[in-house]
């Protein structure tokens, strides 16, 4: 089983949809969770950290659910500029190896 | 200048040549990584460096040879690649004790072995 495992998609969806990305992890000893974002032949940027109690960032949340290892990413509002892939990310302790899955791919058209 | 920043941004070389990617950060973080992301495979965290010393090594082969002078540079050394070995090879950096977050990726080299 990976470690990290993600939906690779495409998610194909309209301006304006909202959309959710789902992230399983296998080690359950797992102690931070993050999303990041990557923008085809870029570099990954990050986009949030997930906390036990949920987070916003304007339009975008995180929730984070410990006991069935799960993390999820929701969008609201879809804009074209989130096209994008969206990679989660779990590290086992911190300053140390950080996990990535393979992504989730969105596009949004108009 | 701010961020991250690699050199080359794409290389092409032969199996037999020695080539050096360098990484310098502008963020006075104290905590390094290289990176390796192939087509179609998540990345792969290659090297990790806390105050300059080597603190993982990800089961790499030894062709790849890391180097950290500092806590702003990190260099990765290449001698006898494969062409499996072509990828995007990324340079991270963090401030330790930020939740084990690289919070800043550089560009990335994209490597090409003939």
């Known amino acids: 089983r990976k470690e990290v495992e993600q939906d690779p998609g495409p998610f194909n969806v309209p301006e304006g949809a909202t959309v959710a990305f789902n992230c399983t992890y296998s080690n359950s000893a797992s102690q931070s969770f993050f999303w990041y974002r990557q923008d085809c032949r870029k570099e990954p940027k990050l986009l949030m950290s997930?906390?036990?109690s949920g987070n916003e960032d304007g339009r975008f949340t995180a929730q984070l659910n410990r006991a069935s290892q799960y993390i999820s990413l929701l969008i609201r509002d879809s804009k074209l500029s989130d096209s994008a892939t969206y990679l989660c990310?779990?590290?086992?302790?911190?300053?140390?190896?950080?996990?990535f899955g393979k992504g989730t791919t969105l596009s949004v058209s108009s | 200048e701010t961020g991250v920043t690699q050199t080359p941004r794409h290389l092409v070389m032969g199996m037999t040549n020695k080539k050096s990617l360098k990484c310098e950060q502008h963020l006075g973080h104290n905590a390094m990584y290289w990176y390796k992301q192939s087509a179609k495979k998540p990345l792969e965290l290659m090297f990790v460096y806390n105050f300059k010393e080597q603190t993982e090594n990800n089961s790499v082969p030894s062709r790849f040879s890391p180097e950290c002078p500092n806590s702003s540079h990190l260099f990765l050394h290449l001698h006898t690649l494969q062409p499996e070995d072509s990828a995007l090879y990324l340079c991270?950096?963090?401030?330790?004790?930020?939740?084990?977050?690289?919070?800043?990726f550089g560009p990335g080299t994209r490597l090409t072995v003939l």
């Open positions: 990310v779990v590290s086992h302790q911190a300053g140390t190896a950080l996990i």
């Open positions: 997930v906390y036990s």
């Open positions: 991270a950096s963090s401030q330790e004790g930020a939740g084990g977050a690289p919070g800043f």
